[in-house]
């Protein structure tokens, strides 16, 4: 019976290993990260499942140095802020993350193009 139970533990354990990550996979616009579990809603513009506390705290996780991060509105029910790419890694340029009507969303833009390219 020990054995039955410490096989299910090791089990569960290793499937929360293999599986888990799955949750947190990010997918990308133009190079930013976006969380997994996000919506494509348009191009370059997603809507998180995450809450405004969590999703800032996957950017400052993604992104700890390099990345520039502005409060641009900070309202009881809007709240918006900014990133801009300072390492210029990826094709994007800046990002905008905003609450409205309790929903999450990620915008990003892509760097200028240089005259003949």
Request: proline share 4%.
């Amino acid at each position: 019976m020990r054995a039955i139970q410490t096989a299910i533990v090791l089990l569960s354990i290793l499937t929360m290993i293999v599986f888990a990550p799955a949750a947190y996979a990010e997918e990308s616009c133009l190079g930013f990260k976006v969380p997994g579990s996000a919506k494509r809603v348009e191009a370059n513009r997603f809507k998180l499942t995450h809450s405004w506390d969590e999703a800032k705290r996957f950017y400052k996780k993604a992104y700890p140095k390099g990345v520039e991060r502005t409060t641009t509105i900070a309202l009881p029910n809007v709240r918006s802020m900014h990133f801009s790419n300072l390492e210029g890694k990826g094709r994007w340029a800046g990002a905008n993350m905003s609450l409205i009507r309790n929903q999450v969303y990620v915008f990003c833009y892509e760097q200028p193009r240089e005259a003949g390219r």
